[in-house]
């Protein structure tokens, strides 16, 4: 299994960005998958997870309505499209089945913003 999130960065409050999770090793397009967030000194959270089809998704609350998850199965990508971002949504942020996860995380994608 191997699963590689990218497209964090800097950006000011009000800002936008969307990451990118790239999977491989297992069968991508029958797991549902989810968004995670570890901010700093906290545990990982569940931020955002959709079904293997991605007709469903579900939402933590601090992140519904600024936050859209997608996936393209023919890609083996999975998108997280983060829209009016606050300085609480800084932290790192992985890419996982939501449920039953695997043992084996990425590296992370490093969010940070600013006011």
Do not use: H
């Amino acid at each position: 299994v191997q699963l590689v999130e990218s497209g964090g960065g800097l950006v000011q409050v009000g800002g936008s960005l969307r990451l990118s999770c790239a999977a491989s090793g297992f069968t991508f397009s029958i797991n549902s998958m989810g968004w995670y967030r570890q901010a700093p000194g906290k545990q990982r959270e569940l931020v955002a997870a959709i079904t293997a089809g991605g007709g469903s998704t579900n939402y933590a609350d601090s992140v519904k309505g600024r936050f859209t998850i997608s996936r393209d199965n023919a890609k083996n990508t999975m998108y997280l499209q983060m829209n009016s971002l606050k300085p609480e949504d800084t932290g790192v942020y992985y890419c996982n089945r939501d449920v039953r996860t695997f043992d084996s995380w990425g590296q992370g994608t490093q969010v940070t913003v600013s006011s």
